[in-house]
């Protein structure tokens, strides 16, 4: 397993996340899978094939915590490295949307005529 930091790691914030992960995604399933065959966590490690033809995964570093995903990209920079979490690809995506409907479900719509008002 290589473990080649992505650009911009300048403080060796990924590479401490993928250490204390072990390189392995660290999903429990607020992706939506379950991962039930796999001790209940993700099986992606970073480097290795998940499924044929999609290529190797690329784990990233992100906020463990699923409402933190919805943080802008410069807020999400400035948490701790104990906050954060590796990911693969398709379980941050899936976990992100996951989070990001349940955050609209519970936002209260604006009313139609209110918009109008200046």
Not at 54 to 71: F, K, M, R
Not at 81 to 107: E, G, I
Request: net charge positive.
């Amino acid at each position: 397993m290589t473990r080649i930091p992505p650009l911009g790691d300048q403080r060796g914030l990924w590479q401490a996340v993928m250490a204390a992960a072990a390189g392995r995604c660290q999903c429990r399933g607020t992706c939506g899978k379950n991962h039930d065959k796999d001790g209940g966590r993700c099986p992606a490690v970073h480097g290795a094939y998940v499924r044929h033809g999609t290529g190797p995964v690329h784990l990233l570093a992100a906020p463990a915590d699923p409402d933190s995903l919805l943080l802008p990209p410069h807020k999400a920079a400035v948490l701790p490295k104990q906050s954060l979490a590796a990911w693969c690809p398709h379980c941050h995506d899936a976990t992100h949307r996951t989070a990001d409907k349940a955050r609209q479900a519970t936002t209260p719509a604006a009313e139609p005529d209110s918009l109008f008002d200046l």
